[in-house]
């Protein structure tokens, strides 16, 4: 099979993904990487290169998803495909359409610039501040108070949105959520919002109300391979973030349960027969086409 990986410079040398284009060439696939941010794209070519299937590891504002969402538009395999990947970039729409499916999520605030915390009444404080396009724990503050936004200095307050989250009570620290397909792996990890608790970053049990949580992620969200971050409250496990194709850190054999999974969804959209409702309109189709053609044989105006 042919793959071609779209990878931007903060990744060039990460683990993930260029280990698992490392792991599918050793399986005897061939593999091209992409880099936009170092080469101009032929995006004529495209039509002419046929892979069979393009994976997607960029930052959030990366020019990357362009030409993932160019590919796909042409009938392309992606892992993820783009929509999924763009509800989950952007922050304030993951909240918005998590919490229409009825995934438990904080009550969130969209705040176009960090003046406006303002007028966030006083009993939705503490509030968690967020920029919708972020990533890897940065730049997220915690809030106590309406007094407290004197003080509050956010990194490049100008050029970024915010979300502004009630803050739930939890046990001091994040549950980050791997799932592969069918698989699901749990780490505990050190909250940004708690970094007075000391958490050795490991792999714990995953229980049934976690794995169930994770898949149903996936499946109203559409995604592939992707993680997501949770906190225990006295309510539940709470999702706090969403993202594709993330690390895998901590997990047991992930370049291989990536690299398979990728191989996987490629080979079932090679080898995807076409659907019964495909079938069904075909058919349709033939019976219009042959009405007509009667229709015009009898001298009946159409």
Known sequence: MHFCFIIEAQYKHHLMPMAVAQQLMDWGHNVDLLEPETTITSLTRFAKVKYDAYVLKTVSDGPGLSILEAVEAIGHCTINNSRAIRLVRNKAVTAVYAHNHGLPTPLTYFVAQPQLLKQIPMEDYPLVVKPTNG?????????????DLETLNIVEANARFFLAQQYV?????????????????????????????????????????????????????????????????????????????????????????????????????VEQPVSPKTDRLQELTVNILEAMRRREDNGIPG
């Open 135 to 147: 990533s890897s724990c940065r730049g997220i503050y915690r809030v106590d108070s309406p007094a």
């Open 169 to 269: 009570e939890n046990n001091g620290f994040d549950i980050k959520l791997y799932v592969v397909g069918a698989e699901v792996f749990a780490v505990a990890k050190r909250s940004p919002l708690h970094p007075e608790v000391e958490v050795k970053k490991r792999l714990i049990p995953v229980t049934t109300e976690l794995r169930n949580l994770a898949l149903n992620v996936g499946k109203i969200f559409k995604l592939d391979i992707y993680g997501l971050d949770v906190v225990e409250t006295p309510r539940g496990p709470m999702i706090v973030d969403i993202n594709d194709f993330p690390s895998f850190g901590q997990v047991p054999h992930a370049i291989s349960l990536v690299s398979s999974h990728i191989e996987q969804i490629a080979t079932n959209r």
